[in-house]
């Protein structure tokens, strides 16, 4: 799923480049959580992760959070923890997470907020591939809820 041109993976990886984890979730957010929110856990994120050596990017759209987080494995594997016990979103799914020596694919974001125009087709790939049964159920959940109604009137059920 996230095999793209220019991300290198086996063995024409680059000795040089360092290793980063890759973490790739989506989720819902809880109610209340609006683009004002977002826009606070974007700039909270900013200072925390320029201290980490951590970069990415969010995308948030009618109520679902995507974001690809990269950096060394042991602060990327305590954001993660963080993130999991979040109480602003849930149905949190893991859609890819690995080690790899690689160059950054957002070496100058210490998290960018990318506003979501396709989010759909992003979750439906991710549920075409998804095997765990839990990340099935939560991925249909989430899609449910984009079919559900308009932004305003989507809240935690």
Known sequence: MFDEPGFPRGADQDEAAPMLYTFVYCSRAAEGI???????????????NLARGITGVLVFGSGVFFQWIEGPAAHVQNLIASLRGDPRHYDVVSLDWSEERRERLYPNWEMEQVKAEDIRAVLQDALGS??????????????????????????RS
């Open 130 to 155: 998804a095997e765990d049964e839990t990340n099935v159920a939560a991925l249909n959940r989430i899609l449910e809820h984009l079919d559900s109604g308009p932004l305003a009137s989507l809240g």
């Open 34 to 48: 609006d683009d004002v929110a977002v826009d606070r856990i974007v700039e909270a994120a900013q200072r925390s």
